[in-house]
């Protein structure tokens, strides 16, 4: 075998293990996501288990396919009533009910950045002790 054709094997060689590398971290850019506790971080820890009067309307909201932690969900500024296989509304607030967060989380994907949640707890009409997330940006809560 010549010194060229050794030359041109290494290097297709070299070509095929970069595209392996580039497609691999491309593929892990993709599928990465973290999910960590954030309740003890200053931003967030002094607005939980502490609470909230409501300015508006607010709807819990379950999910039959699981948000980032939990398949009930906080939405403000609604009043719903879905009863559907897949959502439904289960307690509607009016302005100036209370309502209690217990901790926060982060998420964490490479291709779409970190977001951050609080969890809620409350009780529903039918007894039934529930957990709920509400998307949060940061800052001070729109309470």
Not at 89 to 118: C, E, M, N, Q, R
């Amino acid at each position: 075998m010549s010194k060229t054709s050794r030359s041109v094997k290494r290097l297709v060689i070299a070509i095929v293990l970069i595209f392996v590398l580039i497609v691999s971290g491309g593929f892990y850019a993709l599928i990465y996501e973290s999910k960590k506790e954030v309740s003890e971080d200053e931003r967030y820890s002094k607005v939980l288990n502490r609470a909230f009067k409501l300015k508006d309307v607010a709807t819990i909201r379950w999910n039959a396919t699981n948000l980032r932690f939990r398949n009930y969900s906080l939405v403000l500024n609604e009043a719903s009533e879905y009863d559907t296989p897949d959502v439904k509304s289960v307690k509607v607030y009016k302005s100036g009910d209370p309502i209690t967060f217990i901790s926060a989380k982060s998420y964490s994907s490479l291709h779409v950045g970190t977001t951050y949640y609080l969890i809620g707890r409350d009780t529903l009409n039918t007894g039934e002790v529930v957990e709920f997330e509400y998307y949060y940006t940061g800052g001070v809560p729109p309470f």
